[in-house]
Nanobody, 122 residues
Framework: QLRLVESGGDLVQPGGSLRLACAAS????????MGWFRQVPGTEREFVAL??WRDGSTIYGYSAKVRSIISRDGLQMNSLKPEDTAVYYC?????????????????????WGQGAQVTVSS
């Protein structure tokens, strides 16, 4: 069974750092794309960042630029702010689309984790 499980969600103080990981089981990620999204209750899911498993290329959403680093190992988030509080989801797209920017939208992702709560508060 294909499954994604996030880990690393936690309560962290403003200015702190957190690293989220996403474990895949039931399949290998060799030529796929992994994305991270976040969602605050009552709002739409927001793109955070993605990484191409094939060559490690990355794209960041507006909220993640400068303060986050995505890699095959996970999503490192630094200088966290209260507005970063959300449920963070990892997702995998098995599609082979033209251009990495084609993976920014959530509709192209086939598998999703259950989400990890990140709370930034003092």
């Amino acid at each position: 069974q294909l499954r994604l499980v996030e880990s690393g969600g936690d309560l962290v103080q403003p200015g702190g750092s957190l690293r989220l990981a996403c474990a895949a089981s039931g399949f290998t990620l060799d030529d796929y794309t992994m994305g991270w999204f976040r969602q605050v209750p009552g709002t739409e899911r927001e793109f955070v960042a993605l990484v191409s498993w094939r060559d490690g290329s990355t794209i960041y959403g507006y909220s993640a630029k400068v303060r986050s680093i995505i890699s095959r190992d996970g999503l490192q988030m630094n200088s966290l702010k209260p507005e970063d509080t959300a449920v963070y989801y990892c997702a995998v797209s098995t599609r082979h689309l033209r251009g990495l920017h084609s993976y920014v939208g959530e509709a192209v992702y086939d598998y999703w984790g259950q989400g990890a709560q990140v709370t930034v508060s003092s």
